[in-house]
């Protein structure tokens, strides 16, 4: 997989373009359901334990050694605590960057993709 480019509004990886907020799946990509987080805490700006639950239902959560966190290029997307204490309680690392240092971050991690995984926010 390679993140090709990131700029404000948006995303590029394997030469698809996304315009909204991504998840990065070990096998997939799909559009973030940040709605389950506004509905909850009136804003898509944080990250809640819902929204997250959501993400680590679909996938072999026990393989993720990793999460990355995109949080937009001005660093406004944050995980709220008790989304890092159910990442805490399931031994995955994570970590929460501007959007275009994640993503380089994410490329550069040797991992198998299998053990790593990705939000990206593409706006603020």
Known sequence: MDIDASSFGNISIDGKRYDYD?????????RRKKQITKRQHGTSHKFSKKELEEYLRKIEADEI?????????????GLL??????LREKSIDFVELKTSEAAEKFMDDERPRENKMAIFHTTC
């Open 22 to 30: 991504v998840v990065v799946y070990p096998s997939t990509i799909e």
């Open 65 to 77: 050694e990793i999460l990355y966190v995109g949080q937009g290029h001005n660093g406004r997307l």
């Open 81 to 86: 605590e008790e989304a890092r204490n159910l």
